[in-house]
């Protein structure tokens, strides 16, 4: 099966207007920290830089009169319920494998805690590298949803990702005993 890239996903306008709308700096900085802890948690990173490119990929724009209004925020977000199943119909109408869909998903649905009751989660590895990659890459007062990428810049981006997670798998391959 012919992997799914981070560039067909980008490139797709669901992810254009979605990802945008919680910054697109973010998204990309997520996914390159995703990439490392990826590593460093023996987790498949095609499936953890997937997941922290579409982490908030369910936001809502809480303004009032023109602010944020972060007391509506806090009452009413469902960001990561929200963009695990928007993320979720985006990566099957790609053709992603449905397992790998269901755990990027899984991943998003758990990278905050925030619009949850206080009933604690336990994360599995890919869970935690998506949730540590967002907090990697957090700036106080959520000005990390505000910063500020060019076109090229991201491309690029997210073309050595694409690069690395393909150089990654290839590796895994080979070390694979012939069958
Ligand atoms: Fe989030
Ligand atoms: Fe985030």
Known sequence: MKRVTLKEIYLHPIAQKYVKRAGLAHAISTANHAFNFALEHNVNPDLAVKAAFLHDIGHYTWYRNGQWDYTL???NDIHAIKGAERAHKLLIRLDENPV????IALAILLHTDSYLPDVGIRREPLQEVVALAD??????GGSHHYRTISKEEAEHAINELDNAINNYLKTQKKKQPAS
């Open 73 to 75: 925020y806090k009452e």
């Open 100 to 103: 790998a869909a269901k755990d």
């Open 135 to 140: 907090e990697a890459d957090e700036e106080p």
